[in-house]
């Protein structure tokens, strides 16, 4: 049986662990003046001191792309665990706990163990220029070094080709997901620019699974996996998909399995569990079996992502009758799949929409929520807490007002929260926007009563 996705304590709330973590991830933040600089020289630097961890790995399957990464990746994880295999994973952001972006033969790390393992790394660097997320990298290859796996997952943690993890010269395969307009500072401001940094992750040898593409990215990831000498095995082409009442039907030239409705809910969930099929069929030196596939696609877990809220503390401040769903989607793209999910539980069971709204300030809230104008009875804007990067949500809701929403702000998640109740009736709620957001509706929801 595949091991669920446990939400583990935030450290700050461990006794004698929480600010040695927060001090030393402040610390890496005070080495570049700037969180993002994309260049591959930094980490090339450390990870040369540190033994080239990058080069002794168990085989690797590297995942970019725009939207679905962690969702592919929580698939393939779950499908693997379902055939008994050890799984190691890097993974960002995290919801909760930091703690989350390392998965170590299957175990999540613990707060003390990860402390210690960047003290390590911190002491090697000896303070040279490098950003927070590329000294976590590295130390992220140092543990997976050292830890037994049969195979180990790697997301890029933005864009591709400078990308602190893409400094594995042959990975088992690679994995390119939906791409769509994000980081337009970082990457270019348009699909074409973008599709070109991530397909740049594709290597010679290997298959590049490649999930569903608008045409313009298709074109960038054909013509940089040629030049590369990467093995195409392409959404629509090589591989394909159809939804189906009971769940979905997965073809190639080699196989036809019928499978069932992935655990996580949406349609766009459809997408990634075939795309985590298609890269297991091309990963062929790993033994799966049909009813491996079948167990991990039905019984996986990945918190936040289009998530009903459980029982909890933060539920309770909404009447018994109500929905409260998390989803950490922050682009266009994703407030597209969102409303349509969305419009399909809506078909089924009519109830008003209130959406929980927050976002960093280098996103666009009116982008992301314009497919809900006419499905949405109300939008509050809060504050991401503890996160200088938040947007205003005075702001954004005269934003979102301009844009056609009966739009208003909340200083916290549970001020909205406790505003809705005053709403007659049933209702739905989406809480979304932002990982910080989606984190502190499950925090909020496992604190004791």
């Not at 665990?81 to 999540?108: C, I, K, N, Q, W």
């Not at 000294?135 to 195979?151: K, N």
Request: proline share 8%.
């Amino acid at each position: 049986m595949p091991k669920p996705m446990s939400m583990p304590r935030p450290a700050n709330e461990r006794v004698g662990a929480a600010g040695t973590l927060q001090d030393i991830l402040a610390r890496f933040d005070r080495y570049h003046p700037s969180r993002i600089d994309l260049t591959l020289d930094r980490i090339v630097r450390l990870l040369a001191a540190l033994g080239a961890p990058q080069q002794n790995l168990p085989p690797v399957i590297h995942v970019a792309g725009t939207n679905g990464k962690g969702s592919t990746i929580a698939f393939l994880r779950a499908i693997y665990e379902a055939a008994g295999l050890a799984v190691s994973a890097y993974t960002s952001p995290h919801l909760v706990d930091f703690t989350e972006r390392f998965l170590l033969g299957g175990e999540e790390t613990t707060s003390d163990a990860l402390c210690d393992l960047l003290r390590e790394v911190d002491a090697v660097n000896d303070g040279q220029p490098i950003t927070e997320f590329e000294i976590v990298t590295a130390a992220a290859f140092l543990a997976l070094s050292r830890t037994p796996a049969d195979i180990v997952l790697l997301e890029t943690g933005l864009g591709g080709r400078y990308d602190a993890t893409n400094v594995v010269d042959a990975p088992l395969a690679t994995v390119i997901t939906p791409i769509s307009l994000d980081h337009q500072a970082f990457l270019g401001s348009d699909i074409f620019s973008i599709a070109g940094e991530k397909a740049a992750i594709q290597k010679a040898k290997a298959p590049s699974i490649v999930a569903p593409q608008p045409a313009e990215a298709s074109q960038v990831i054909d013509r940089i996996g040629d030049e590369i000498g990467a093995l195409p095995f392409r959404a629509g082409r090589e591989w394909s998909y159809e939804p189906t009442a009971g769940g979905f039907v997965y073809r190639s030239q080699k196989t036809t399995l019928s499978l069932p409705r992935p655990a996580l809910a949406g349609p766009h969930q459809i997408v990634n569990a075939a795309t985590a099929v298609a890269c297991i069929e091309q990963c062929s030196q790993i033994s799966v079996a049909e009813k491996d596939i079948e167990l991990g696609l039905s019984s996986m877990r990945w918190p936040g992502r289009f998530e009903l809220l459980p029982d909890g503390p933060l539920r309770r401040r909404l009447p018994p009758d109500w929905e409260v769903w998390l989803d950490a989607g922050h682009n266009a793209a994703a407030g597209d799949a969102l409303a349509v999910a969305l419009r399909q539980i809506n078909a089924d069971r009519p109830q008003p929409l209130h959406i929980i709204f927050g976002m960093l300030k280098d996103k666009d809230p009116a982008a992301f929520l314009n497919p809900f104008t006419t499905l949405a009875d109300s939008v509050t804007v809060v504050p991401l807490a503890g996160e200088p990067r938040s947007l205003d949500p005075q702001v954004s809701a005269t934003v979102l007002t301009g844009a056609g929403m009966v739009a208003g702000w909340a200083p916290s998640l549970e001020a909205a929260l406790d505003a809705l109740v005053q709403t007659p009736g049933g209702a739905r709620v989406l809480v979304c926007g932002s990982h910080v957001l989606v984190g502190a509706a499950l925090r909020g929801n496992a604190r004791p009563l």
